[in-house]
């Protein structure tokens, strides 16, 4: 066990005024290339602490993938009521369901003519149905039934297509496009507000009380959008992927903060309290465990920590007889158990945290 030092700092934010606005037609873009980075680059500082001694027990899942055909690395991911991981392929041509077992299958859909079978986001909403994005502006509905609905966008072609998706906890999904925010009531009504800063590697996050929060790693910036509210605070050295924040029970966003390594709260009042960790090289991800524990996985190390927010301690676990540091990926089931992707792309890590 290490205990952490902290530092916290408090913050105005920036107001953002925005114009939520019905959907409305638009000309589709027909072609689009989103911008993803598959590693969290930049240098690694120098280890103050000899590695993590502690092992956890992993199960390994392989992912099947192609690199011809699929690419090598896990685009996102969710996490589906009955325990297994739904995820999409970097190349966007898979929407694949794989269970703790190993058994995967590809998910046939059959979207409206003018969509494509392309995918790029995926999540689980809270009625046990996943939904997922799909380039030509749609975002699709899955039942846990198999039955299909399809949600037209109608975005405006500056907006580019939806990249990020997020359940909210009120029974709405929120999606992400260049610079908007959407949000797909129950019904099926779709409206967005601008959200100036938000680029194509920004991940949505909802919160209670319908908020939802969002990175902006190309700015160095979180978002927070509530009813009537939308401000923005600075996160320097956020990392990017689709896990590189969390919400907790009170509905502050943890970020992981790469360099120097650390976790990072920002309360909805902007502000921020940082967490430093030591001999974790990088920081690219963090989840809410089961029992409130964050974890987080290093981009640098074969290994995953465990943080105690009310205590202020971490620890730090060895994945024994992997060679992969954990991916961009890093979700935690309804079963407990907690899921991370391989940096190489190869398939998935799959434990249940140990008790404190």
């Known amino acids: 066990m290490t205990a952490v030092s902290t530092t916290t700092t408090g913050h105005a934010g920036q107001r953002i005024t925005g114009r939520a606005t019905p959907r409305r037609p ?9 911008a993803l980075v598959a590693g969290c680059g930049g240098a690694s500082e120098p280890e103050r602490r000899p590695p993590p001694t502690e092992p956890l027990p992993v199960t390994w899942v392989h992912s099947g993938l192609d ?7 896990p685009r996102d991911a969710a996490v589906a009521p009955n325990g297994s991981l739904w ?32 995918v790029s986001a995926v999540a689980a909403g809270p009625d046990g149905a996943m939904w997922f994005t799909i380039y030509g502006g749609y975002v699709g509905r899955l039942s846990p039934g198999g039955a299909e609905t399809f949600f037209r966008l109608n975005l405006p072609r500056e907006t580019l297509l939806p990249h990020a998706l997020a359940a909210g906890t009120d029974g709405a999904v929120y999606f992400a496009g ?11 009504r779709v409206d967005t507000i601008d959200a100036p800063h938000l680029d194509t590697r920004s991940a949505l996050f909802a919160a209670p009380g319908g908020a939802v929060w969002y ?4 700015s160095g910036q979180v978002g927070r959008l509530a009813p009537g509210e939308h401000r923005t605070f600075p996160a320097p050295g956020v990392a990017i992927g689709p896990s590189a924040a969390t919400i907790d029970a009170l509905g502050n966003l943890w970020y992981a903060r ?6 990072v709260q920002v309360a909805p009042d ?5 967490y430093a960790l030591d001999g974790v090289g990088q920081v690219g991800t963090v989840t809410t465990g089961p029992d409130g524990r964050l974890w987080f996985g290093s981009a640098t190390r074969v290994m995953v920590g465990s ?13 024994d007889g992997l060679s992969s540091t954990p991916g961009l990926l890093l979700l935690v089931g309804p079963d407990r158990a907690i899921w991370t992707s391989a940096s190489d792309g190869s398939g998935f890590y799959r434990f249940v945290p140990p008790a404190t």
Request: charged share 15%; proline share 8%.
């Open 307 to 319: 943080f105690d927010p009310v205590n202020r301690v971490a620890r730090y676990y060895r994945l």
């Open 67 to 73: 690199p011809e055909t699929d690419g090598i690395l």
């Open 87 to 118: 995820y999409v392929n970097l190349n966007g041509n898979a929407l694949v369901e794989l269970a703790a077992t190993g058994r995967q299958r590809r998910v046939a859909f059959d979207p409206p003519a003018s969509a494509s079978r392309w």
């Open 215 to 218: 990175t902006a790693p190309d």
């Open 270 to 274: 902007g502000t921020s309290s940082v």
């Open 258 to 263: 790469r360099q120097p390594p650390a976790l």
């Open 178 to 188: 260049s610079q908007v925010i959407g949000r797909i009531s129950g019904a099926g």
């Open 26 to 34: 638009a000309a589709l873009a027909t072609a689009v290339v989103l």
